[in-house]
């Protein structure tokens, strides 16, 4: 990494955690009760390639409706946040970069007693900041207030997100981003 980065942004669903078979569960119960459209695994792997406001049209689900659905999904989050794993290696990720003397956030639109929960203590103590409840298009906020907080200079924040939102909040809050592959967006969706 980088000698000039002092502070690493992470998002974490799809990022750090691997919540992936934790959304194919949820939803079919969510969209049942908001009446939008349950997607099939063939979907899901079509609708990879695009963006968020993209994907909310596909489902027919009205804009009005998502703070609903999200707020919603975050409780189901909760119940269930013991069967949600990290993805191997995010352990030993977070724990080599403190230890090289980094600052550690998580900027999420996931509650942070949740985040916390799927972390575990040792690895939760490690994240010095957490930017958590962010609206779904609101994560560009979140990652201001949490660099401010830190007191890092913005040239020398990297944020690392798996989402075209993320990349998009990142660059709005005027921030180095970079991507996971094994998160929900492609590479040619976030490269774009």
Not at 1 to 6: K, L, N
Not at 136 to 150: E, L, M, P, T, Y
């Amino acid at each position: 990494m980088d000698a000039r980065i002092d502070l690493v942004i992470f998002d974490f669903d799809g990022t750090l955690a691997d919540s992936t078979a934790w959304a194919m569960r949820a939803v079919r119960p969510l969209a049942e009760r908001f009446k939008f459209k349950a997607v099939t695994e063939d979907e899901i792997a079509m609708l990879r390639g695009r963006s968020s406001r993209e994907i909310i049209a596909y489902l027919g689900l009205p804009l009005w409706k998502v703070p609903l659905v999200a707020a919603q999904g975050k409780k189901m989050m909760a119940a269930e946040a013991h069967s949600i794993p990290l993805f191997s290696g995010t352990g030993d990720l977070l724990r080599s970069l403190s230890a090289a003397g980094r600052r550690l956030a998580i900027v999420s639109s996931n509650s942070e007693a949740t985040i916390r929960s799927i972390l575990g203590p040792d690895l939760a103590v490690l994240v010095n900041h957490f930017g958590c409840g962010a609206a779904i298009f609101g994560k560009a906020a979140k990652f201001r207030s949490v660099v401010k907080a830190s007191g890092v200079a913005k040239d020398r924040v990297l944020c690392i997100g798996d989402e075209t939102r993320d990349i998009e909040a990142a660059r709005e809050a005027g921030l180095a981003c970079g991507a996971v592959e094994w998160g929900y967006a492609t590479r040619r969706a976030l490269a774009d």
